[in-house]
């Protein structure tokens, strides 16, 4: 099973810029989708955006991201990355990284990001 590994969380201010790191242990390419997810304290574990492996990009709009959010992978480096811009409170939470099969999620320990107001 991939392994995965975030890096890049922490405590920023609201206007405030983050940049997420996933590292993948195999080839990206081997992997049908891979993704960030949010959960934010006392609720459940959401979808952000996620990237598929013929490059296509989906960001949920439930989250309000768009514009703010950028999702990216470098093939080199079998990384995927979450630019997160102009963050605002309600963006604090544990990020994790997934890695999307026909069976379900791969996930990486999450990194907390705490946006203060």
């Known amino acids: 099973q991939v392994q995965l590994v975030e890096s890049g969380g922490g405590l920023v201010q609201a206007g405030g810029s983050l940049r997420l790191s996933c590292a993948a242990s195999?080839?990206?390419?081997?992997?049908?989708?891979m993704g960030w997810y949010r959960q934010a304290p006392g609720k459940q574990r959401e979808l952000v955006a996620r990237?598929?492996?013929?490059?296509?990009?989906?960001?949920a709009d439930s989250m309000n991201v768009k514009g703010r959010f950028t999702i990216s992978r470098d093939s080199a480096k079998n990384t995927i990355s979450l630019q997160m811009n102009s963050l605002k409170p309600e963006d604090t939470g544990v990020y994790y990284c997934?890695?999307?099969?026909?069976?379900?999620?791969?996930w990486g320990q999450g990194t907390q990001v705490t946006v203060s107001s």
């Open positions: 997934a890695a999307t099969y026909v069976w379900g999620n791969a």
């Open positions: 990237i598929f492996s013929d490059g296509s990009l989906n960001y």
């Open positions: 195999t080839s990206i390419f081997s992997i049908p989708a």
